[in-house]
């Protein structure tokens, strides 16, 4: 009998057709992330109208992020997916079709604003939660790079420029792309395969349970003591120290690095650069020193970058300064990025399939909930020193990986190949309360994503 051999790097056309789909929404997400602030601005000299729209943003992730993964599990994560992109660009449409005929009322935009990142709790967690249904076991990795790799490519490297050139030329334009991107990714999204449309449970409840019993199962599944627990909080962990150092990052490389504004742009492209090499790299360091390795190292490096990126530009001064800060600022957001490749493929084989949008909507609300929080504090902090959040921020993320070194451990039982993870248990009944315990006594259960990222640098 013969075995095939795929070649390197293969995925299914199927999953190509998810890709393709997510691309899209990407290039919408990151055409309206430049569009929305510069529309705010033109209808109000108020600063604090920047700040309500980027909390507006967030606010759905604490609201609703556990329940919108009941809604995703419940339900064909194909239609969720495609609905949602559809939805969200007919708020665009409405948007451009507002700015094109009268003046836009700023009500209008915080409530255009709310009702996209409401609907996109929904959207984005069925396209995380399809991705191991769509690809083999042993191509989880790679899977998951070129997914981080391609949103960092489309957000940071075209979303933005083509953004704000748009913008410049036409208010509605920016509005009217994103809408038709959602429309493409909503035709992609319903002709996904019908094996993508919900995980199977391994037992049947007597009787349907109610969305709100979920959520709960869900809460309950994701926060039990055990591996899955562990990384959820190790995740947010990290993505709180590192967000408590970009507190004030755009005013330190302005005010203490001394970049000029214009060069804001190259800097931001220098991290999906930077992001997109730690996506593609992250699978090979899985295979030169382990899962567990290739995490911590992600992690300390990320937090020595930032630690350096506080220290070192001032020190060296001028343009080798500025040349340094953007450097370590890539080198953070390789590492960032690495590091969620890594979570979303641990958190895809120790999770069953039906769980996974709830422990991803769970992770997440935490997730945002601490790091925004984080940035505050870190903006707080940096009102008495720019360079005091990078350098605290960074040296408390290398403490929190060393520290996490124990905890993580569970990972080097995860094979990079071949069948399921030893890891996961027999799931029960969805009625059925608390999860079992699974091998060694642990129940089980990101960022992309996400229990949660490590640092949202990597998806900015």
Do not use: K
């Amino acid at each position: 009998m013969s075995t095939t051999v795929l070649p390197a790097g293969w995925l299914p056309g199927s999953f190509h057709r998810l890709w393709s789909a997510g691309l899209l929404g990407n290039l919408a997400d990151g055409v309206g992330m430049v569009a929305v602030p510069l529309l705010a601005m033109r209808l109000s000299d108020d600063p604090l109208v920047v700040s309500t729209i980027s909390a507006l943003g967030l606010l759905p992730w604490l609201l609703l992020g556990a329940f919108s993964g009941a809604v995703v599990d419940r339900t064909d994560r194909r239609r969720a997916m495609g609905g949602g992109a559809l939805v969200r660009g007919l708020l665009l449409a409405t948007l451009a079709l507002a700015g094109a005929v009268a003046h836009v009322p700023l009500w209008v935009l915080f409530v255009t604003v709310f009702a996209v990142a409401c609907v996109e709790t929904v959207a984005d967690g069925a396209a995380q939660a399809m991705v191991p249904s769509l690809v083999p076991v042993d191509r989880l990795d790679t899977a998951n790079s070129r997914y981080q790799a391609g949103e960092l490519v489309t957000q940071g490297l075209v979303a933005l420029p083509l953004g704000t050139a748009l913008f410049a030329w036409s208010t509605s334009a920016p509005f009217v792309v994103g809408a038709c991107a959602y429309a493409a990714a909503a035709v992609l999204a319903f002709t996904l395969p019908r094996r993508a449309a919900r995980a199977a449970v391994p037992v049947q409840p007597a009787a349907p349970e109610s969305v709100w019993r979920s959520t709960a199962q869900g809460l309950r599944y994701t926060f039990a003591a055990g591996p899955l627990r562990r990384l959820v909080l190790v995740s947010t962990a990290l993505a709180a120290t590192l967000q408590f150092a970009q507190g004030s990052l755009v005013f330190y490389l302005v005010r203490g690095v001394g970049l000029p504004e214009a060069a804001l742009g190259l800097v931001t492209a220098g991290m999906a650069i930077g992001g997109v090499l730690g996506a593609t790299v992250s699978p090979r360091m899985v295979a030169r020193v382990g899962r567990r390795g290739a995490m911590l190292s992600a992690a300390v490096l990320a937090g020595i970058s930032f630690a350096l990126l506080g220290a070192v530009p001032g020190v060296l001064g001028g343009v080798v300064g500025m040349v340094a800060a953007a450097v370590l600022v890539a080198a953070a957001a390789g590492s960032a990025a690495a590091w969620n490749v890594q979570s979303a493929t641990v958190r895809q084989r120790i999770v069953p399939g039906h769980l996974l949008g709830r422990v991803q909507g769970a992770g997440r609300t935490l997730v945002v909930g601490l790091t925004s929080m984080a940035m505050l504090a870190g903006g707080a902090v940096s009102r008495w020193d720019l360079r005091a959040p990078l350098i605290i921020g960074g040296l408390l993320s290398v403490v929190v990986a060393l520290a996490a070194f124990r905890a993580l451990a569970f990972v080097d039982a995860i094979p990079s190949s071949g069948g399921p993870t030893p890891l996961s248990p027999v799931e029960p009944a969805e009625s059925s309360g608390p999860p079992a315990a699974g091998a060694g006594g642990d129940a089980l259960a990101g960022a992309r994503v996400h229990g949660g990222e490590m640092s949202d640098m990597s998806d900015q």
